[in-house]
């Protein structure tokens, strides 16, 4: 019953919009499928996370209100140069969950202006189709499914929560602990080689299982990269891994 999956070419042939397109270009540039969640709280640990493992990354995924000293000139402007430096791509990991109007403010005022700065960003799909018209300017990744234990997103949610992303302009893709539709892209987290869980219902699979599973596109892995003691070795490491299981799994 298990069937290949499709290839980062021929997805950069059928996807439309120009996220995608980014995305899939710098994994086959760089042969990676890793994005790096950066959970770190000051500014310097985010520069510097950026620094170590931004060769090896598509994205480095972002949770820009968990910084402590946020500035947008000493934060942004220097976590973009990174970006153009080692070409990645930001994700706001903003999970959006709103009406339009709320949301588009929460996108575009307040002191993080994420609408000036992220290549692309979450949203939840709560709010309906209309509620993700406002981030026209960006990718947007519908959380589909969740990875933590108990999560509401059921399969009947999920399946309701499918209709809107595939039907949305503005999504590129989905984060899902399930297989979706190919036509989009599939962003898992919940990627660890160290541990099943975290004590805080986190549940944790492999890059082999995501890959040969679930059919992933990219792996996002927070803590088995910047909680390690070598940050850049780790990333070389998923990023290896990654890649490696994508390939095994273009052969089933
Ligand atoms: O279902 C989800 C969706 C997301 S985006 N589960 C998740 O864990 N995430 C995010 O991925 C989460 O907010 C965190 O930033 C990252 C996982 O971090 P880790 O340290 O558990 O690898």
Known sequence: EEKA??????KLKNVQHSVSKKLLEIALAK???????ADVTTT????ALAEKVGPHIVALKTHIDIITDFEYEKTIIPLKELSAKHQF???????FADIGNTQELQFKSGVFKITDWADFVTSQVIGGFESLDCFNNV???????????????????????????????NVIG???QSPIPEEILLFTPGVNLADSGDGKGQQYNTPEYVFKTLHSDFIIVGRGIYKS????????????????????????
């Open 44 to 47: 310097q640990e985010l520069l």
């Open 89 to 95: 791509l930001l994700m706001e990991d903003r999970k």
């Open 139 to 169: 990718g947007v990744v519908a959380i589909v499914g969740m990875s933590s234990k108990g999560t509401l997103t059921t399969s009947s949610y999920r399946e309701e929560a499918l209709k809107i992303t595939l039907s949305h302009p």
């Open 31 to 37: 042969k990676s499928n890793l994005i790096a969640s």
């Open 174 to 176: 989905g984060v899902s």
């Open 5 to 10: 999956r499709a290839s980062y070419e021929q």
């Open 229 to 252: 003691n070598n940050p850049e070795e780790a990333a070389i490491s998923y990023k290896n891994e990654g890649w490696n299981a994508y390939i095994k799994s273009l052969k089933i």
